[in-house]
């Protein structure tokens, strides 16, 4: 039975459960719990095997939820999705489908390869996402969405497939985890295997009903101050004049992601830090970085001037491991033996990678720790030695 107490608290425990599932994934599922509070869809891009469907799965469990999910191709069929004719009502003259336990009577849905599917799912597809509704020969059924997870290993770029991709108020990346969780990976993935097995599931921590209620609540309770506007607006604007379309339409939509992330962290005015969301509104992959760099020095001007306010994670990785492995790679770097190419620019990779996870710690030690790799990098592309590093 799902805990009492405060829901943005329950709604906190669902996020730990999942990162301690998870690894690595604290972005995305803070994304998923602010699209589901807000009533929106959100799709994971990536390659295969990086857990998007185990991730929703669990998330619905852990919310109670009625749960649909399906892989699709351009071969699929509506029934498989909105259920077969009902054919003792046809041979009354009654045109129906039978919906129980398909995709319009759940609350929560994931939708594996979504921009793969035909023209024929896709136009029920828009009105359900949009307008909670299916309308199935002449009649509409009342669809309790909260939310649909897509995902995809590619962005579209078929015109056609323009309006379902718009549905997806945040676009996420969902990539394989860096070389420095291997070993937590091995231990977790080990862990979740074994609990598939033993077709253990997680308790409830909340409602779906809880969740409805919530998304009611927050065009009531959310107040915007002048300085969030006003950062949200000058932020809008800069995406805008580097060419990345977000229309009207999104900008006011967004405004609701930033009241349900508020929301989470048990507050009814945004700020600065829930602007991680305009991170994830790219059309195509290659503006990702454009709207780190534009988005990323507005958070941390935040997080120095409210350090308590920094999301780490559950999952987040422990500055003595990353240690550990800046210590790794200077000795393969220091090592007797001459690198390759291939090596020297593995080396090079991880610690690309571990200076970007340290730049998530507010942690003073991190800074000193960046030291050292950019010292390491240093030495790498002048040619020096590593020994005495």
């Not at 977000?246 to 508020?262: M, P, Y």
């Not at 941390?300 to 790679?329: C, N």
């Not at 770097?333 to 090596?343: K, M, R």
Request: negative net charge.
């Amino acid at each position: 039975m799902p805990q009492a107490g405060p829901l943005h608290r329950r709604l906190e425990a669902v996020a730990r459960d999942l990162e301690t599932r998870f690894l690595g994934r604290s972005e995305v599922i803070r994304c998923m719990l602010v699209s589901a509070l807000a009533g929106e869809h959100v799709v994971l891009v990536g390659p295969p095997g990086t857990a998007k469907s185990a991730l929703a799965r669990t998330f619905a469990r852990l919310c109670d939820a009625t749960y649909f999910e399906y892989l699709l191709t351009r071969f699929t069929e509506p029934n498989e999705l909105f259920g077969p004719v009902d054919i003792a009502a046809f041979r009354e003259g009654t045109y129906r489908r039978k919906t129980a336990g398909m995709l319009p009577e759940a609350e929560m849905v994931f939708l594996d390869e979504i921009f793969k599917s035909n023209s024929a799912i896709l136009n029920s597809l828009l009105t359900l996402l949009n307008e909670r509704r299916y309308v199935s020969g002449g009649i509409t059924i009342e669809c309790p969405l909260i939310t649909v997870i897509g995902a995809s290993n590619e962005v579209p770029a078929d015109a056609d497939l323009a309006a379902i991709f718009d549905r997806f108020l945040l676009r996420v990346r969902a990539d394989y985890l860096d070389a420095f969780h291997f070993q937590d990976l091995l231990q977790r993935g080990w862990e979740l295997e074994a609990q598939l097995v033993s077709n253990a599931r997680p308790e409830p921590l909340l409602t779906a009903a809880e969740l409805r209620g919530a998304q009611k609540q927050l065009a009531k309770t959310t107040r915007f101050d002048d300085a969030f506007l006003n950062a949200y607006r000058g932020l809008v604007l800069q995406i805008r004049a580097e060419g990345i379309g977000l229309s009207d339409r999104r900008v006011v939509k967004i405004l609701k992601l930033c009241a349900a992330s508020a929301f989470l962290d048990g507050r009814n005015v945004p700020d600065a830090s829930d602007l991680f969301l305009l991170k994830h509104v790219w059309n195509a992959e290659d503006q990702a970085a454009i709207l780190e760099s534009l988005v990323q020095p507005v958070l941390e001007a935040h997080y120095r001037e409210h350090p308590e306010a920094r999301r780490l994670g559950a999952a987040a990785v422990g500055l003595p491991a990353i240690e550990a492995e800046i210590e790794r790679v200077r000795a393969v770097l220091a090592g007797s033996g001459a690198l390759s190419d291939v090596q020297l620019f593995s080396q090079l990779k991880m610690l690309g990678e571990l200076k970007g996870a340290l730049a998530s710690h507010g942690d003073p030690k991190a800074r000193d720790l960046a030291g050292r790799v950019d010292t390491l990098l240093d030495a790498a592309f002048k040619g020096g030695r590593f020994g005495a590093l």
